[in-house]
């Protein structure tokens, strides 16, 4: 603790406060008002207020700068001053910066994996249409019924695309499929899969039935209470085992169904949290009016439920983003997989961190820019409420 | 007829008319994929059962928390790997928490550069896959140089390509009485904090809790140590041929799983932590500072308490997220329950019983996590109308 | 400036970040003096009576209480605080302790008081507020017009010399607000100094020994109830009055 008067602003749990200094009785319209301000440069006293207003700050401050000055400098010079953009991997091993000429190299098949060669445009074009899909569903002007039939029809391109076959498409079996393509499809399958699933259990488990909510509650604690490696274990080496003899499913499936049970459990408390968050009312005046159970659902509970479990719901939709890492695991060939796949070529060995930095800047591009979208979405749902 | 029909409207028929079908529902599905798993297990030649359990594992694992060989059975081979995912998932738990709390209040800070920092921090871990991470601090134990060419971090603390090395005491019995002292003295401070407490609110004198409690833990363990004629033999690591000798060591799987599950964690709890603290009202500072309480005061009867009740239920799932994640371990080679049971069901075939003891002992843990999560939200829930 | 003073504000200045909330305000009251200051929102009031226990801190001028100047020094704040007790617009009592433990925590660790002698007290001011009967209960189990006596009687346990109240009764439902602004009469009654915050004309007729008005940032003026209310100098005085005095 600082020797400093503790006014409001001063002790360290409090400081977050200062953005909206407690004013509450300083109406908007005020600032206006023309006033005597304390001599000074902005910038100066801003640092002074923010960076040098105590000497545990200003340690701290000179702390800060320290570590930038050590650090930044070596990063940039690695980064950008001294890399290496393209060429051979003898160029690298003279420069002291980092090798992107890996990336040069690599990145078809980091991005997409031990897809045919020629043939690659034909991924490149399904991710285009996928992130595509992904930036308009985000918008809200976009959110009517057309959407779910946009979605579909670039489902169905997608998959003409990736399988081929028709259309004077080569026929590409997916076990060739890889890299970006593979975690963007199953993410958003998992998700799309997993969220009507999630819904029905999240209603089962508030049933008054108990043999269908003791199978609700059994059903989402087990999923969230055991990992995700150990259910795609169980998807990949059991699936074939429950099914006929003879009836073979691939790989690729088996790990998008263990991907959607376990996100739907997940969902499902969501969704939950969501149905609980209706007033009691709201069932009575449905009930009031005659409506069934199922049409008091789908009419009343689940467009209010619905609307407050977006966020959430784009929440799990980046864990799933992530989570769809985790089938490296069981043999797929992700982005993931791609990327240490690139890392074992004996040419270009010294460079993993290059390549690791790559994938995780996509992961990160993509994970980052939904969880603000999501942190958004939160705030204009407040917004609504508030009123 | 009309009877039928009647009944069939009753509310109370209808429901167990519904259940009826959906459990019947539900057990046809399960008899029939039970019923082909067992055609498929015996076309295989595959056993059923636990029976392998008593068999001999016939695997090495790369490290054990207790004695293990190859000869040993499945089942010492599982308890293994169990006890391997309950250390790296304790030692991360403890390391998450010490920086997730030290982040999230620096996320709090006045000081505008610190906040900054620990929210790039923050933005960073939380938005790439964990796996990804792990795969990179593996990466990075690996390619680091052989043990002749290892780095001296610091005198004695050696870093290779097979792990950490640093000294420790020399074997004595003086340590044994040492650490019961420690654990005693340990006991002892909190006892001290508790009468301190209550003193202070029974008489209002202030009393030197912390003084008091240090000296406690502080002072039996020394004088214990200083008793036993202070055997300060360092046992330190030397290189011998091509690996070292002497002193303690953990493993590069250990480590790389160590770190990432800490530092990913830690962004998780750091955000629990700041969202805690900012859950508290503003107002209640106000209050303290105008009833003339100390900052330090405020924190610790006024914000804490309250703080706590919001921190600690996602912060126990952290934990039971942090473990389940543990078994991220069998991408790296970490030898944790998953990986061993991995192992045990390639090697025999019976996939089925292998996947649900391991998914058992996973709920086993929830279950108990979730227990004491819900008996702590009892214990602390404000009582409002 | 008078010399039995107890409260001296001269020439207090603050801002926030461009914001001018207190203009030059000058104001001294005497001790056992009822100052009740009101004004439109935003004039500054709040943030006036905040900065009389430095919840704010002023910038330019010097506030005086009972001898000491508040200024940067940590002990001088620390001991005008334990003179000058303050309630609320929104209690702010704290909701994981039960009421006597509201009302017992600073005694205990900042008076230094044992937990019997203070819990004794503590009963007697609950039974002043009318509501010892609720001692054992948690503040979130109580209306707000308890809420808001359960915060007075905690102000009051410090044995405070000079009482704030920001805005007392605004957050309370109408039935609730006599209750408390009957706790504070009887509490004027006693020769306690009060600077308080509020809109309750009656009670400031009722009560106050002087009203202070204020716009802007400044006070506008001042005088006694009768002056004030019959006899307002100011053009922005007799239109506040005119909205306030309507219904």
Not at chain 1, 43 to 50: F, G, I, T
Request: net charge positive.
């Amino acid at each position: 603790m600082s020797k400093e008067v503790p006014t409001n602003t001063t002790t360290a749990w409090a400081a977050s406060y200062e953005e909206e200094p407690s004013q509450a009785s300083v109406p908007p319209q005020a600032n206006g008002v023309t006033a005597l301000k304390p001599l000074g440069w902005a910038p100066v006293n801003w640092a002074k207020a923010n960076l040098f207003n105590t000497p545990l700050n200003t340690a701290l401050t000179v702390l800060c700068l320290a570590i930038l000055w050590f650090t930044v400098p070596p990063m940039v010079n690695w980064l950008l001053l001294n890399a290496v953009w393209s060429g051979s991997s003898e160029a690298c091993r003279e420069a002291a910066g980092a090798c992107w000429s890996i990336i040069a190299v690599k990145h078809r098949l980091i991005f997409f994996g031990t897809y045919p060669y020629e043939e690659q445009w034909r991924p490149f074009l399904a991710c285009g249409l996928f992130v595509a899909m992904l930036g308009i569903s985000g918008v809200r002007a976009f959110w009517r019924p057309a959407l779910s039939v946009a979605w579909a029809l670039v489902l169905i391109a997608m998959g003409v695309l990736m399988w081929g076959g028709i259309l004077g498409l080569t026929y590409v079996a997916n076990d060739r499929w890889g890299g970006l393509p593979i975690t963007l499809m199953l993410s958003v399958f998992a998700i799309a899969l997993a969220f009507p699933l999630s819904i029905l259990l999240a209603l089962g488990r508030q049933s008054s039935l108990p043999a269908i909510r003791t199978f609700c509650i059994g059903f989402i604690e087990l999923m969230r209470g055991v990992p995700l490696v150990s259910v795609l274990f169980m998807a990949s080496v059991m699936f074939p085992l429950f099914l006929p003899e003879g009836v073979t499913v691939d790989k690729l499936l088996r790990a998008l169904a263990g991907l959607t049970l376990f996100t739907a459990a997940y969902l499902a408390e969501a969704v939950r949290g969501g149905l609980q968050a209706i007033p009691k009312g709201q069932y009575e005046a449905a009930d009031a009016l005659g409506l069934s159970y199922w049409q008091k659902t789908r009419l009343i509970v689940l467009p209010q439920a619905l609307r407050i479990v977006i966020p959430p719901i784009v929440n799990q939709f980046i864990s799933c983003f992530k989570d769809t890492s985790l089938v490296t695991i069981v043999g797929l060939y992700d982005l993931l997989t791609a990327a240490t796949v690139a890392t074992t070529d004996p040419e270009w060995r010294p460079y993993f961190a290059e390549v690791y930095v790559f994938a995780g800047m996509i992961f990160w591009l993509f994970c980052f820019s939904m969880s603000r979208y999501s942190q958004w979405l939160e705030r204009l749902a407040n917004r609504y409420t508030r009123r | 007829m009309s009877n039928l029909i009647q009944a069939l409207n009753s509310a109370r028929v209808r429901g167990w008319l519904y259940q009826g079908l959906f459990l019947a529902g539900a057990l046809a599905v399960a008899g029939y994929l039970v019923s082909n798993t067992l055609t498929n297990l015996a076309n295989r030649g595959v056993a059923t059962g636990f029976g392998f359990l008593e068999r001999e594992a016939g695997f090495e694992i790369g490290e054990s928390l207790m004695s293990y060989a190859a000869s040993d059975t499945y089942l010492r081979a599982l308890v293994v790997g169990l006890l391997n995912t309950l250390s790296v998932s304790a030692a991360a738990v403890v390391l998450a928490t010490v920086l997730g709390v030290a982040i999230g209040v620096a996320r709090l800070s006045s000081n505008w550069m610190v906040g900054r920092f620990a929210a790039v921090f923050v933005e960073t871990v939380r938005n790439v896959p964990l796996l990804l991470q792990l795969v990179v601090w593996y990466t990075i134990m690996n390619r680091l140089p052989s043990p002749r060419e290892a780095l001296e971090v610091v005198p004695h603390v050696f870093l290779s390509n097979r792990g950490m090395k640093f000294p420790v005491l020399a074997d004595h019995p003086g340590h044994g009485w040492a650490f019961l002292a420690l654990l005693a003295g340990i006991a002892a401070a909190i006892a001290i904090v508790r009468y301190g407490r209550r003193r202070r609110e029974a008489t209002g004198k202030p009393f030197p809790t912390l003084p008091a409690a240090i000296a406690a833990v502080v002072l039996p363990p020394v004088a214990v140590f200083v008793a036993t004629g202070a055997p300060l033999a360092l046992d330190v690591p030397a290189l011998a041929g091509f690996n070292f000798e002497g002193g303690g060591s953990v493993t590069p799987e250990f480590t790389a799983l160590l770190i990432g599950l800490s530092v990913y964690t830690a962004g998780f709890i750091a955000e629990i932590v700041r969202s805690g603290i900012l859950a508290v009202p503003h107002g209640q500072t106000e209050a303290g500072l105008a009833l003339g309480l100390s900052p330090v005061q405020i924190l610790r009867l006024v914000i804490l308490p309250q703080a706590l009740r919001v921190i600690v239920p996602p912060l126990t799932s952290q934990y039971l997220n942090l473990t389940k994640n543990s078994s991220l371990a069998v991408a790296i080679g970490y030898p944790d329950l998953v990986s061993v049971t991995n192992t045990s069901a390639n090697q025999t075939g019976q996939v089925v019983e292998a996947v649900a003891m391991m998914m058992a002992v996973y709920l086993v843990i929830s279950l108990c996590i979730a227990g004491f999560m819900n008996w702590y939200n009892r214990r602390v829930a404000l009582v409002t109308r | 400036m008078t010399e039995n003073a107890i409260i001296e504000l001269r020439k207090v200045g603050k801002w926030y970040n461009s914001y001018h909330a207190l203009r030059d305000v000058s104001l001294s009251i005497g001790k056992g003096e009822k100052v009740v200051v009101c004004g439109p929102s935003g004039s500054g009031k709040s943030t006036m009576i905040r900065c009389i226990n430095r919840l704010e801190a002023h910038q330019t001028g010097h506030i005086v209480v009972d001898g000491i100047e508040l200024t940067d020094d940590v002990k001088a704040v620390e001991k005008i605080r334990r003179k000058v007790g303050m309630v609320f617009q929104n209690f702010n009592l704290f909701p994981h302790l039960t009421v006597l433990q509201n009302l017992t925590l600073a005694p205990i660790w900042v008076r230094g008081m044992a937990k019997s002698e203070i819990e004794e007290i503590a009963m007697m001011y609950l039974k002043r507020v009318r509501i010892p009967d609720q001692a054992h209960k948690f503040p979130g189990q109580l209306s707000g017009g308890q809420q808001q006596r359960v915060a007075i009687a905690r102000a009051l346990c410090m044995r405070p010399e000079i009482m704030l109240f920001d805005e007392p009764t605004s957050a309370l439902d109408p039935e609730m607000v006599k209750e408390v602004l009957d706790v504070m009469t009887e509490l004027a009654g006693e020769g306690m100094t009060m600077v308080c915050v509020t809109h309750e004309m009656g009670f400031a007729r009722q009560v106050a020994d002087s009203i202070v008005f204020m716009a802007e940032g400044s006070i506008i003026e001042s005088g006694s109830p009768a002056e004030f209310f019959e006899n307002p100098k100011s053009e922005r005085t007799r239109q506040f009055l005119g909205q306030i005095l309507e219904h």
